[in-house]
């Protein structure tokens, strides 16, 4: 028993050694196979990949100094535009200073006029408009008083000269 049992151990260890030089031979093939695919993409990738990179870094290398250039360009107009925005509120304060100062100045002097004006106005009703209507009153007074004293002498006499008009 112990020779057919190391026959079996014998056979079934070369079957194993078989079985797995059969699977490294597959697994040669498997490998050469993809070993070809990605050779093939590594081409690809040389062919396709590469000149578009070495042509986005000599551009990159050509538009540097010109990227430079705007790049300082902008800073120096940013920097001189921060400065005419700084004059030009500054000088807006002053404006709006100076005009309010001198709307103060005008309503002032409005108000000063307009109480010189009342001022006046008071001085004139007291010393020119209050004695003529003084006079005026006295004046229509006695020619209504005289009226009334020639007017009932014509009325004895006869029709008076202001009745005749009222008819007309």
Same mark, same amino acid.
């Given at each position: 028993?112990?020779?057919?049992?190391?026959?079996?151990? #014998?056979?079934?260890?070369?079957?194993? /050694?078989?079985?797995?030089?059969?699977?490294?031979?597959?697994?040669?093939?498997?490998?050469?196979?993809?070993?070809?695919?990605?050779?093939?993409?590594?081409?690809?990738?040389?062919?396709?990949?590469?000149?578009?990179?070495?042509?986005?870094?000599?551009?990159?290398? *050509?538009?540097?100094?010109?990227?430079?250039?705007?790049?300082?360009?902008?800073?120096?107009?940013?920097? /001189?535009?921060?400065?005419?925005?700084?004059?030009?509120?500054?000088?807006?304060?002053?404006?709006?200073?100076?005009?309010?100062?001198?709307?103060?100045?005008?309503?002032?002097? #409005?108000t000063?006029?307009?109480?010189?004006?009342?001022?006046?106005r008071?001085?004139?009703?007291?010393?020119?408009v209050s004695?003529?209507?003084?006079?005026?009153? #006295?004046?229509?007074?006695?020619?209504?008083?005289?009226?009334?004293?020639?007017?009932?002498?014509?009325?004895?006499?006869?029709?008076?000269?202001?009745?005749? *008009?009222?008819?007309?």
């Amino acid at each position: 028993m112990s020779n057919t049992l190391l026959a079996w151990f #014998i056979g079934v260890t070369g079957f194993a /050694v078989f079985l797995q030089a059969l699977i490294l031979v597959l697994m040669f093939f498997v490998m050469r196979k993809t070993s070809e695919k990605v050779e093939a993409l590594a081409e690809e990738v040389k062919n396709k990949v590469l000149p578009t990179a070495e042509l986005a870094h000599s551009m990159i290398t *050509e538009l540097r100094p010109k990227i430079e250039t705007v790049m300082d360009n902008v800073s120096v107009s940013t920097t /001189v535009l921060r400065t005419q925005l700084e004059r030009i509120d500054a000088t807006l304060t002053d404006i709006v200073d100076r005009t309010r100062l001198q709307v103060i100045r005008a309503d002032e002097f #409005i108000t000063g006029t307009m109480d010189k004006l009342e001022e006046t106005r008071d001085v004139v009703q007291r010393t020119v408009v209050s004695p003529v209507r003084y006079l005026s009153g #006295i004046a229509h007074g006695l020619s209504v008083g005289l009226e009334a004293f020639f007017g009932r002498r014509r009325d004895r006499n006869g029709v008076s000269v202001q009745q005749d *008009e009222m008819f007309i």
